[in-house]
């Protein structure tokens, strides 16, 4: 009886809503990508992703080729805007594209600059900006997630010839820390090449 009565106030203390879903088939020129974003509300009216994952389907055959699982903490409105998601491959950007250093829900471009594309999907939201996966795509198609890169920002600046990215907290009055990263083709591994702290002016 205790244990149905548990059951019964778990239920009760969430509402589950519909879960967004987003076809997506202007970021790229192979893949669409189909966001599926769960939510729910505690009963204090909080909102929160309780599960999201992206299907990525090629579009030469509409076949699915793989599906990521995203870990994602971000609440408010992440993921309830289709239009708030950016390609570096077709051009297509948000109008507010790194206010407060949130890029996007989900952003397609190639990070480690092997002629590739690859995928950053927000997981969570700081004081500091959007954090985001980081995957990147391999030899035989396959998206992998990226360890070192994951669990930080997306670049502002993406500089293929030097092969860096770079990524800044968001600018507070105080200041921001900015943070470059140098990818080595031959290993195919990331490596911290400066951190620097600005301050304001």
């Given at each position: 009886m205790r244990t149905l009565f548990i059951l019964l106030v778990s239920v009760l203390s969430f509402r589950f809503c519909a879960a967004q879903q987003c076809r997506l088939t202007d970021l790229s020129k192979k893949y669409i990508y189909a966001i599926n974003a769960e939510r729910s509300k505690n009963r204090d009216g909080v909102s929160h992703i309780s599960a999201l994952k992206v299907e990525i389907i090629r579009k030469a055959d509409l076949r699915s080729v793989q599906t990521l699982f995203i870990k994602s903490e971000p609440t408010l409105d992440s993921f309830s805007d289709c239009a708030f998601v950016s390609s570096y491959v077709t051009g297509k950007h948000p109008e507010d594209e790194g206010a407060d250093n949130d890029w996007g829900d989900l952003i397609v471009a190639d990070l480690n600059f092997d002629g590739r594309e690859d995928v950053a999907v927000k997981e969570d939201s700081s004081n500091s900006g959007a954090i985001y996966e980081f995957f990147t795509q391999t030899d035989s198609g396959k998206f992998v997630k990226n360890?070192?890169?994951?669990?930080?920002?997306?670049?502002?600046?993406?500089?293929?010839?030097?092969?860096?990215?770079?990524?800044?907290?968001?600018?507070?009055t105080a200041g921001q820390l900015e943070t470059v990263y140098k990818y080595d083709a031959a290993s195919k591994k990331w490596r911290v090449l400066k951190s620097v702290y600005r301050k304001a002016k």
């Open positions: 360890p070192f890169l994951s669990g930080s920002w997306f670049p502002y600046k993406i500089d293929a010839k030097n092969k860096t990215l770079t990524t800044a907290t968001a600018a507070t």
